[in-house]
């Protein structure tokens, strides 16, 4: 199996740059992306990049805070297009689990793509309302985790374990931090791992001799001090 790459960004630009690379298989956004890729109409703008991003798969979230607009906000995302995959927070605002809101979208064969994600216990909580026959990925969201001082990778494992039988059912690396990630969601056979395009950026160079990022390394310094006119 391949650990597939999306691009985590809203920004219009920077997608129909993104969406003509192979290397980058779908795409994810979120509610603070939109609002940084100055989005004022959210169903506009989201339209907007899909007559860009036809056919590789697109994440846009719901935003609604209780079981009745999130229900009502994702029938009309889901409409939008066929690549489209319905972003569900897993809890809301109050740390209510989206339990009914999934399960109700998911036997209709809605594709849900559950976001937010920090523990296996969420998973397991999720995957009992899922309809395994629907396209569904689980956001795991590592970096944030990372951040926070815990290790992401036994979530992670433990839940790629959990999905194996189900090939339907994804498990996404969200809120990646460092190029290395890649490798590190490769070798737990991550079905995808989502990165800002600073990042895909980097794995794109992949591969660069020791040698060489010594001398690199060692040029920028030259230049800057030169820039600087730095004297002893
Ligand atoms: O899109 C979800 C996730 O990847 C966000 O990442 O960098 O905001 O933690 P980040």
Known sequence: MRTKIFCDI?????????????????????????????????????????????KKPISFEVFGDNFDEMVDQAYKINKWGKNVYVKIPVVNSKGVFSGKVINKLSFEGIKLNITAIYTYEQIKKVLKNLNKKTPTILSIFAGRMADKG????????????????????????????????????????????????????KVEKFGMSSKLMTINTVKNFLEDSKKSKFRI
């Open 10 to 54: 809203a920004d219009f630009k920077t997608i129909k740059l993104f969406n003509k690379k192979r290397i980058v298989d779908g795409f994810t956004t979120n509610p603070s992306l939109m609002r940084l890729a100055g989005a004022k109409n959210y169903k506009n703008y989201s339209q907007r990049i899909l007559k860009i991003c036809k």
């Open 150 to 201: 815990k290790d992401p990778l036994p979530v992670l494992k433990q839940s790629i374990k959990a999905v194996k039988d189900f090939k339907k059912i994804e498990i996404l690396w969200a809120s990646t931090r460092e190029a290395y990630n890649f490798t590190q969601a490769k070798q737990i056979r991550c079905n995808i791992i989502t990165m800002p395009p600073s990042v895909i950026n």
